[in-house]
Nanobody, 119 residues
Framework: VQLVESGGGLVQAGGSLRLSCAAS????????MGWYRQAPGKQRELVAS??????????NYIDSVKGRFTISRDNAKNTMYLQMNSLKPEDTAIYYC???????????WGQGTQVTVSS
């Protein structure tokens, strides 16, 4: 199983970035997917999640990103996205892709991509 994130970088406050997570080795459309982030000195937190296609691709967000971030998935490309708009300095963190397998609920992680928002 491999999850590879891309799209991170340095952006000014108010700017946008789109993160991608390319998955291989899993039946992508059967997996619940999510984006986590971890800022220095803080615990890793779930930012956004999207259920499997079979479960309806339902989306959830933490309150601090609602209305600014959008999670999506393209099952044909085995890829998940996080569109991040109106970025704030407090969004600065390493962002991780997560996949949860069906039935046994095993977690898989990407290596992370750095997002830095300057004020």
């Amino acid at each position: 199983v491999q999850l590879v994130e891309s799209g991170g970088g340095l952006v000014q406050a108010g700017g946008s970035l789109r993160l991608s997570c390319a998955a291989s080795g899993i039946t992508f459309n059967f997996n619940d997917m999510g984006w986590y982030r971890q800022a220095p000195g803080k615990q890793r937190e779930l930012v956004a999640s999207i259920t499997s296609t079979r479960a309806g691709s339902g989306r959830n967000y933490i309150d601090s990103v609602k209305g600014r971030f959008t999670i999506s998935r393209d099952n044909a490309k085995n890829t998940m996205y996080l569109q991040m708009n109106s970025l704030k300095p407090e969004d600065t963190a390493i962002y991780y892709c997560n996949a949860v397998s069906p039935i046994i609920r095993r977690n898989y992680w990407g290596q992370g991509t750095q997002v830095t928002v300057s004020s």
